[in-house]
């Protein structure tokens, strides 16, 4: 898999394809980006488990914290790891290790860790890193066209009114394969400097 | 299976829209309201805290002139885009995320002259202050950085003279300072030079101009390449330091690859105000559509005319970077292969009073201070859109005395060529 630049046929099977959702570092502070993306994903019907070992006992809207992925005591279908690059190998250990590994793991925008990925991707599971899984499902649904964001789609079908709480077509016609050759550029000057 | 990638046509028809979900319409709806209903109190707070995404009011937001910024994103190949009133008010916005009162920018000399009195005359009350560079020569950017350098600006083909930038030796400078590259690409448009590709970080534009191309809308777009590393080196703190007015929220870390256009939004246009009405965006909109024939059409009309001109007897010299034997011809093969565009001078043997009997007596070309319309515009730039400069900064920014500025009009060519062949004689 190519981490600079992903397909969005990709990102789209991932999005359609998994139910539950399990967030690492899932914040209750409602400024932080990893509340943003845990309400909007539960709002579009994904079922959520918040993972932070520093709020057990408490909830994120209405689910409650977990301490670590090997304590949700079932299977998910994705992890969403909300961590800076240097704490991901250990996550990914933990997700490997458990009686049924997740399907996708995902490190949010400004996470890459190569090692870790090539590890999951060696077991079998579908990797994305620097991305936000809000963003791309706004971006591959149009709903974040609201905000003047290019979606780098197109669709010459009437889509339905939303409504709070709806699942939205994100079987749009991409325009160019999920990046522009600048975003590209980005992620090789963020390469180059660090 | 990799997804096929639509052409420039098409997206300039397509790109942003899609039929009204509650009415079907296939043209976007000119959604003339000040505000937005919310569906409840969680709804309005979400979206007053940047959580969901949707309209709250119109100086923030407004659906007919989300399609027009994100159709002129998907133009440029940048990550999203912001309306607003004018070209001057998206160069305004655009720099006050970047500069804080003692900050510089580096702008090129060759600039329109309304630009040339924002930054050394508006801009100097806010504590910003401009370095000016010259565009032919690179090292003169190069010696302008200084420690307190914020931002390069740049214009793609330069306003009155139609010269050409080399947009990547400046990006190259640019990034070798750490500092993003702005370029106004008001007078070539997407569909001749996309300046993110030859590595710029912002575009800027009058939509004024050959966007909306009819001469009938003001407005102006900021289009974020998604390019630029706001962290590095802590020098934008409106992007990476928590926001007070929107409860500590860091702009860059949330929205990642396109923070600046959203930073232009809930901290520019927000509080200084500079809407784009709907009416405007619709029309600009509707414009854009018909860009690249227009484009064609503009090109290939300038280019006869400066042909004419340049073999007129009366004409001491003609600045069309599309003529082989002009300097900027090199520059124009390699960033606008499609077309020099249709703004370019000439001057008069007769030198400054030539120029005023030739603007009188032409009877096609519309005397006025825009260009970039249906139709072919004419002005004598000494005595109007560059009026306020000093004479060495008028021959410095490309409009001395004896220089006659063109916008050329996608009118039949030989009617435009008779109408000058008449009015040098007359
Ligand atoms: C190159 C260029 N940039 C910016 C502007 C300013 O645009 P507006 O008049 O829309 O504020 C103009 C207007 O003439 C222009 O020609």
Known sequence: MNHDNYDDNYIRSILNGVKSIAMVGASPVNVRPSYFAFKYLAQRGYDMIPVNPGHVGKSLLGKPFVASLSEIGRSVDMIDIFRNSSHIMPVVDEALELPTPPKVIWLQLGARDDAAAAKAEAAGIKVVMNRCPKIEYGRLSSEISWMGVNSRTLSSKRAPVPTQGMRLSLNRTSVGGGATSASDRAAKNKNELT | ?426
């Open chain 2, 1 to 426: 299976m990799t997804d096929r990638l639509p052409g420039f046509s098409t997206l300039a028809v397509h790109a942003g829209a899609q039929p009204d979900p509650t009415t079907g319409a296939r043209v976007t709806p000119i959604y003339q309201t000040t505000s937005f209903v919310f569906n409840d109190a969680d709804h309005a707070a979400s979206l007053f805290g940047l959580q969901a995404f949707g309209n709250i009011y119109t100086r923030i937001g407004n659906p007919t002139t989300a399609v027009l910024e994100e159709r002129v994103a998907a133009l440029e190949g940048g990550t999203a885009a912001l309306a607003v009133a004018s070209g001057h008010a998206a160069q305004v916005v655009v720099l006050q995320q970047l500069m804080m009162p003692g900050d510089e920018f580096i702008a090129a000399r060759k600039l329109y002259g309304g630009s040339i009195n924002q930054f050394t005359h508006a801009f100097k009350s806010f504590g910003w202050n401009v370095a000016w560079a010259d565009p032919d020569d690179i090292a003169s950017f190069e010696r302008a950085v200084t420690p307190r350098t914020k931002a390069i600006f740049i214009e793609s083909i330069a306003n009155p003279a139609g010269s050409i930038t080399d947009i990547e030796a400046i990006a190259e400078v640019a990034r070798k300072a750490g500092v993003p590259l702005i370029v106004d690409n008001t007078l070539a448009t997407p569909y001749l030079i996309r300046p993110i590709d030859h590595g710029a970080d912002i575009v800027v534009h009058s939509l004024t101009k050959f966007l909306g191309g009819h001469g009938n809308s003001l407005g102006g777009i900021i289009v974020d390449g998604g390019t630029f590393d706001w962290s590095k080196g802590n020098k934008y703190p409106m992007l990476t330091e928590p926001r007070p007015e929107y409860h500590g929220i860091k702009i860059q870390e949330t929205f990642g690859n396109f923070a600046f256009a959203i930073a232009c939004r809930v901290l520019g246009l927000r509080d200084l105000g500079p809407a784009i009405s709907p009416f405007n965006a619709f029309m600009i909109l509707t414009g854009i559509e018909t860009l690249p024939l227009r484009m064609q059409k503009h090109c290939e009309n300038a280019k006869a005319v400066a042909e004419f001109l340049a073999g007129h007897s009366a004409v001491a010299a003609v600045n069309y970077a599309g003529l082989a034997s002009d300097k900027y011809n090199k520059l124009a093969r390699k960033y606008a292969p499609k077309g020099a565009g249709a703004v370019f001078t000439f001057s008069l043997r007769g030198g400054y009073d030539a120029g005023v009997n030739l603007v009188s007596n032409l009877k096609l070309f519309s005397h006025l201070a825009n260009v970039g319309d249906t139709r072919s515009l004419v002005i004598h730039p000494a005595s109007t859109t560059h009026s306020q400069l000093d004479d060495a900064a008028k021959v410095k920014s490309g409009a001395a005395p004896d220089v006659v500025r063109l916008s050329i009009g996608i009118e039949d060519k030989d009617d435009l060529i008779a109408d000058l062949e008449q009015a040098l004689s007359a």
